[in-house]
């Protein structure tokens, strides 16, 4: 399990989740309706080809996992809580590189 970040992937795309012409409330009973989520995601042109901004991405250390078929709960947090500890400090110790020196990481 490797640690990785992309600086600048949010921004590469666009999303239209029905703010606008017929309202947020209109798709979201759609979407409540068929059962997932209807969005457009957009970029240049209108069409889902990625706006031209700088990515950077990093890698973390490797996080070592021991194989199992059937992990109990507590592994799988144990491993979650390494993960997110490692992503915090990867996101500390390059946002500087991107001009996010301003930015926090928020991971719920």
Same mark, same amino acid.
């Given at each position: $399990?490797?640690p990785?970040? &992309? =600086?600048g992937?949010?921004h %590469?795309l666009?999303?239209? %989740?029905?703010?606008?012409?017929g309202g947020?409330? $209109? @798709?979201?009973?759609i979407?409540?309706k068929?059962?997932?989520a209807l969005?457009?995601?957009?970029?240049r =042109?209108? @069409?889902p080809?990625?706006?031209r901004?700088?990515? @950077?991405?990093?890698?973390?250390k490797?996080? +070592?996992? &021991?194989k199992?078929?059937d992990?109990?709960?507590?592994?799988?947090?144990?491993?979650? %809580?390494i #993960?997110?500890k490692?992503m915090?400090?990867?996101f500390?110790?390059? +946002?500087d @590189?991107?001009?996010?020196?301003?930015?926090? #990481?928020?991971i +719920?």
């Amino acid at each position: $399990l490797v640690p990785v970040y &992309e =600086f600048g992937n949010t921004h %590469a795309l666009s999303m239209w %989740a029905g703010e606008g012409i017929g309202g947020r409330g $209109l @798709l979201e009973r759609i979407s409540r309706k068929v059962g997932f989520a209807l969005i457009i995601i957009y970029g240049r =042109f209108g @069409l889902p080809i990625p706006y031209r901004v700088p990515i @950077l991405g990093v890698m973390g250390k490797p996080i +070592k996992c &021991e194989k199992c078929d059937d992990p109990t709960s507590e592994q799988i947090f144990e491993i979650q %809580a390494i #993960l997110i500890k490692e992503m915090q400090e990867l996101f500390e110790r390059y +946002k500087d @590189l991107y001009g996010w020196s301003d930015t926090d #990481l928020v991971i +719920k």
